[in-house]
């Protein structure tokens, strides 16, 4: 019997791994010392752990250990990437791209820039969500100083074509940045095949803590000057102020040794289960949309568009299942998807939206039950629907 409840929520956080657990106990009671003590054995041994996770991190990335400036997160580094580049570079340009379905994370940062004077562009994304590398090599310009293009997006999975737009980005002589929060542990990447200047991660994506991540920032063709946004000590060879959350660290550290080890068994397990989840759920109920590349996204990621039941109603009747109507981040705001709209979804499939998000501790018989649930929560919701009624039961969405 499947213990409930469920959850079916891992682009918004995942459960921190044991293993992980268990790197970072000794980091609260014998080895809490200041990796920047460096006057006895206390502050030693915390550097050496967190030069330890360093060297974890750069390994599974393809990148230097001396490349990754530890964060508070995701956020964190995109802002010191965003910020601190166009500020290192203003007196080279004053022309950043960007996308439409980038995280708020990105978004914000960049308008803050626009507010303030930068000139910006925001590319349009296909219905698959994903952005044509023609047109980043289109909207380049001789003022241009960064492109920033998620690796994988957080709410439907796609991946964009990365590599192809680090090669025009490096020819153009352009830096680029990539958001990899979701990607980093649950697909291969290589900063150095991809042609990536910067790269965001962040812990709690990949079975590790909450509040730690880090940033990828290229030492070499080119080396990557950036403008710090925190001031006060002069940690992180000055681009980060501020005590390294050790254990945080130590944990991220862990996550993604796992990750290297197990990340190809993992990813096909994942998309085993997302696509059982999938053929059940379209076998069993008529008009169900797929969101999002049907081959280029992320193996753990499945985002359904139901006709005719409204996600926050559908999410109401699976309560004892964690699901999402889209990112964690902007939940609460009641927003419609600023990624489903961009796709071009029409209002109708943007509100009917449901994200699933499996991981690392989810089971076949966890997925087969949200199949059940799914399917009773959808029926009924469907019944009491004037618009399904008037449909005849159901005039037929598109299907993949």
Not at 280 to 291: F, G, H, K, S, Y
Request: with cysteine.
């Amino acid at each position: 019997m499947t213990r409930t409840p469920v959850y079916m929520d891992s682009h918004a956080t995942t459960r921190v791994d044991p293993r992980v657990v268990q790197a970072m106990l000794p980091c609260f009671d014998t080895e809490f010392g200041n990796a920047a003590s460096r006057t006895h054995a206390f502050g030693w041994r915390a550097e050496e752990a967190v030069t330890r996770a360093r060297t974890h991190m750069a390994r599974l990335i393809g990148a230097d250990p001396k490349e990754i400036v530890f964060t508070s997160g995701a956020t964190e580094s995109d802002n010191l990437a965003i910020f601190g580049a166009f500020e290192a570079l203003r007196s080279k340009g004053d022309h950043i791209v960007t996308g439409a379905t980038e995280h708020h994370a990105v978004l914000d940062p960049v308008a803050r820039l626009q507010s303030r004077g930068a000139r910006v562009t925001v590319l349009p994304v296909d219905r698959d969500g994903r952005v044509d590398p023609g047109d980043v090599r289109r909207a380049i310009t001789g003022r241009t100083v960064l492109v920033s293009l998620m690796f994988a997006n957080n709410e439907v999975g796609t991946l964009h074509p990365v590599a192809e737009i680090g090669a025009i980005c490096k020819e153009a002589g352009v830096l680029f940045h990539s958001d990899a929060a979701q990607a980093v542990g649950k697909v291969p990447v290589d900063v150095q095949a991809l042609g990536v200047d910067l790269l965001s991660m962040s812990a709690h994506k990949a079975y590790g803590p909450k509040g730690v991540g880090a940033l990828f920032v290229r030492r070499k063709n080119p080396r990557v000057a950036l403008e710090p946004i925190l001031f006060g000590g002069g940690h992180e060879r000055g681009l980060r102020s501020g005590t390294l959350n050790v254990p945080g660290i130590v944990g991220f550290g862990e996550a993604l040794r796992i990750a290297a080890a197990e990340m190809p068994e993992e990813s096909r397990r994942l998309r085993a289960l997302r696509d059982r989840l999938h053929q059940e759920i379209a076998a069993r109920l008529a008009d169900v949309t797929l969101n999002g590349h049907p081959v280029e996204r992320l193996p753990h990621n499945l985002n359904l568009s139901f006709a005719y039941v409204e996600g926050e109603a559908l999410m109401s009747a699976l309560d004892d299942i964690a699901v999402s109507s889209g990112s964690a981040c902007t939940s609460a705001s009641k927003e419609p998807s600023h990624v489903l709209r961009a796709m071009g979804r029409t209002d109708d499939q943007v509100v009917t939206s449901i994200r699933f998000g499996l991981g690392r501790f989810n089971t076949r018989d966890e997925v087969d039950y949200v199949v059940e649930r799914v399917e009773g929560a959808v029926t009924r919701l469907r019944a009491l629907s004037p618009l399904y009624e008037a449909a005849g039961g159901g005039a037929r969405f598109s299907r993949r």
